[in-house]
């Protein structure tokens, strides 16, 4: 009865498994990935960035302390920047100046970590961005109202002309962050588009305080990258919780000329 009575108390910081809502999504030079990794204190994250390394890309071979074994000329300082409360979870930025040889005292984000506290000095990182080589500046991550539901997102450009970012969308209840949930939007939309015909529903293609998805719509086999252009299509949708339902869908294509 104590253990129980204790943990009504704190379900909502302590005692809830690390389920689904805790996964964290990774980008690095070596791609995408996701995992559920422990919490840990905020000194975890801020005191040996080395140690955060999840691209391998700077510390191949580190001490306990985070200190290169070999003198490789980078340096990393992290920067902690509240972002807001949503149902009782506070949530941290921590963004990361990387200075390599050549660029000293580099006043550029390049890294960021999502924190969000879950007990006293426990943070759990839903989100880690590492660019690799020159990239555009990193922003904090922010809460956008959609609907009547507050939305944590992070999107940065990933500096390409695809039109390609590193975002996260987070949807928040008691239990903690939610993924927020596109695919029955999606859906809607290939539903209404012609055979073959691709679009992009995200990064800035996607307006959540609009709550619009606007995209240019492409032939799937299209011969350039800026060519074999069909029309656009705009798709209305609000949120039920971390679920994105769509609500019409609107295709408009081409004249021919």
């Keep these: 009865m104590i253990q129980a009575a204790f943990c009504s108390l704190i379900a909502v910081l302590l005692c809830l498994p690390a389920g689904a809502q805790w996964q964290r999504v990774v980008f690095t030079g070596k791609g995408e990935?996701?995992?559920?990794?422990?919490?840990?204190?905020?000194?975890?994250?801020?005191?040996?960035?080395?140690?955060?390394?999840?691209?391998?890309e700077f510390c191949r071979i580190c001490t306990p302390e985070g200190k290169a074994i070999s003198d490789n000329g980078y340096s990393i300082r992290g920067a902690v920047k509240p972002v807001a409360v949503v149902a009782g979870y506070p949530i941290l930025d921590v963004l990361y100046y990387v200075s390599t040889p050549d660029t000293q005292n580099n006043t550029q984000v390049s890294w960021k970590s999502?924190?969000?506290?879950?007990?006293?000095?426990?943070?759990?990182?839903?989100?880690?961005?590492?660019?690799?080589?020159?990239?555009?500046s990193i922003q904090p991550s922010r809460i956008v109202q959609s609907g009547?539901?507050?939305v944590l997102?992070?999107?940065?450009?990933d500096g390409g002309n695809g039109g390609g970012c590193w975002e996260g969308y987070w949807w928040f209840d008691r239990s903690g962050p939610h993924s927020l949930d596109f695919s029955r939007l999606q859906t809607a939309i290939k539903d209404r588009l012609p055979e073959n015909a691709r679009f992009n529903g995200s990064c800035s293609n996607l307006d959540l305080s609009a709550q619009q998805v606007k995209s240019a719509v492409q032939k799937s086999d299209a011969r350039c990258h800026a060519c074999d252009w069909v029309g656009e299509v705009t798709a209305a949708f609000r949120l039920d919780g971390p679920t994105v339902e769509p609500v019409s869908v609107n295709f408009k294509p081409d004249v021919p000329q």
């Design 33 to 56: 990935t996701k995992d559920v990794p422990s919490p840990h204190s905020l000194s975890y994250f801020t005191a040996n960035p080395f140690l955060r390394d999840d691209g391998d």
């Design 114 to 136: 999502i924190l969000v506290q879950v007990g006293p000095d426990l943070y759990r990182e839903i989100f880690h961005l590492q660019t690799s080589g020159p990239a555009p």
């Design 148 to 150: 009547n539901e507050p």
């Design 153 to 157: 997102m992070t999107m940065d450009r």
